[in-house]
Every structure is written in C-alpha cells, then in structure tokens.
Nanobody
Framework: VQLVEFGGGLVQPGGSLKLSCVVS????????MTWYRQAPGKERELVAL???????RYQDSVKGRFTISRDNAKNTQYLQMNSLKWDDTAVYYC?????????WGQGTQVTVSS
C-alpha cells in the first residue's frame, strides 16, 4: 500500500490550494482518511478526517476554511484549503486506515507567503 500526496506549493495569504492523496496498491477496504500537518518546530497535528461513510471532523483553526472529501471509487481523499493564512504553512501528510493497518504519505509542503 502506498499513499501519495499531490497539490502542495507556494500560495499568497488568502489564497487557495487543493491537496490530493491517492491510496494505491490496495485491495482492502479504506476506512478513515485523515490529513495531518507539521510546522517547523511544532508537533504533528490533526487537520481533518473523513470516515468511509463521509462523516467529517476538523481542527478548530481550519473550520470554515478547509474542506475534506473523498472519492471511494478512486481511493482518493482531498483537502480543499481556502483563505490560507501564514500559520497554515506546514508539511501536510495524509493517513489512511486500510484493512487493519495505518499508512502514511510522504508529505507535501504548503507555504503561505507573500
């Protein structure tokens, strides 16, 4: 099983980015999918999660700005990030529960800067 993230980059404050995470080489059911982030000098923190049925949870600081979604047919989860702020700068990681195991992506850098 491999998780690969796409969509990171440099964006100005107030801008938007959409991250994608594809789960490949898996024939097991993919359950909860999650986005985490880790800023320099800080611990990794949960940003948002989505269950297989579509229930979602968000960190308070991103509520109303970020939207997590998934396409079960494509084994893919997304994170639409709007109204980005300086402190959203971090490496963003996706995680997926596949069968009975957890897997992580390699991370994608999101930098919010003018």
């Amino acid at each position: 099983v491999q998780l690969v993230e796409f969509g990171g980059g440099l964006v100005q404050p107030g801008g938007s980015l959409k991250l994608s995470c594809v789960v490949s080489e898996s024939e097991d059911i993919i359950y909860t999918m999650t986005w985490y982030r880790q800023a320099p000098g800080k611990e990794r923190e949960l940003v948002a999660l989505i269950t297989r049925g579509g229930d979602t949870r968000y960190q308070d600081s991103v509520k109303g700005r970020f939207t997590i979604s998934r396409d079960n047919a494509k084994n893919t989860q997304y994170l639409q990030m709007n109204s980005l702020k300086w402190d959203d700068t971090a490496v963003y990681y996706c995680k997926a529960v596949v069968g009975t195991m957890e897997y992580w992506g390699q991370g994608t850098q999101v930098t919010v800067s003018s």
